[in-house]
Each structure stands twice: as C-alpha cells, then as structure tokens.
C-alpha cells in the first residue's frame, strides 16, 4: 500500500505562483513514477505532468507546459507541482498518483495509488 498526502493548495490570483507537494510513505518511494492529475468542476480528471523514478523523464500537458515543472525529492519520498503564472483555468483539485509501473503517461488508470487532493482555485 501507499499513502499520498497532499498539501499547499489555496486561493490565489491571475498571475501568481503555488507550490503543490505531496507526500508518500507506505512503500519505497523510489521504485514508482508519480503523477499530477487535476479535476474541476463538471469535467473529468486530467493528467497535468509526471515524472520518472530517476527524474530524468518528464511529460506535461500541453496547458500547462512552461508554466508547471514536476521535481521529486526521494529523500524526503515527496513530490512537488511548481505552478507559476497560474490561471482562472488551472482552478481544480489537484490529485498526485503512483505508478508501480513507471507509467509516466496520461492514462490514470494507469496509476495504482491516488492522493485525497488539495484545492487550488485562481481569481481573475
């Protein structure tokens, strides 16, 4: 089993920048990818970036590509989401996820273990 903690959503505006982190205990952080997936109101859950065990892979999704980067510290078995020039359209819950089987991609089904969320909403 692994356990996945969410934590430093809140309300901001147009403009400004979070850091998101999660983190982990329950078995070897180091042996699966992790993932940020986020869901807003009325839509379905959307994969936003992930990153390898070794960090030397990372994928991201096209809204948010330049403006989110994915880092993972294995000593601390946490993951974070910087997000910077945040937008109204970045307002959701922001999920992050494990993968058993490295699967650094889109699909979450892919994913084995998934975190509580942590909101994150943006003013105009």
């Known amino acids: 089993q692994v356990q996945l903690v969410e934590s430093g959503g809140g309300l901001v505006q147009t403009g400004d920048s979070l850091r998101l982190s999660c983190a982990a205990s329950?078995?070897?952080?180091?042996?699966?990818?992790m993932g940020w997936f986020r869901q807003a109101p009325g839509k379905e859950r959307e994969f936003v970036a992930a990153?390898?065990?070794?960090?030397?892979?990372?994928n991201y999704a096209d809204p948010v590509k330049g403006r989110f980067t994915i880092s993972r510290d294995n000593a601390k078995n946490t993951v974070y989401l910087q997000m910077n020039s945040l937008k109204p359209e970045d307002t959701a819950v922001y999920y992050c996820?494990?993968?058993?089987?490295?699967?650094?991609?889109?699909?979450?089904?892919?994913?084995?273990?998934w975190g509580q969320g942590t909101q994150v909403t943006v003013s105009a």
């Open positions: 329950g078995r070897t952080f180091s042996n699966y990818a």
């Open positions: 990153i390898s065990v070794s960090e030397t892979s990372t």
């Open positions: 996820a494990a993968s058993l089987t490295y699967y650094t991609g889109r699909i979450s089904s892919r994913y084995n273990y």
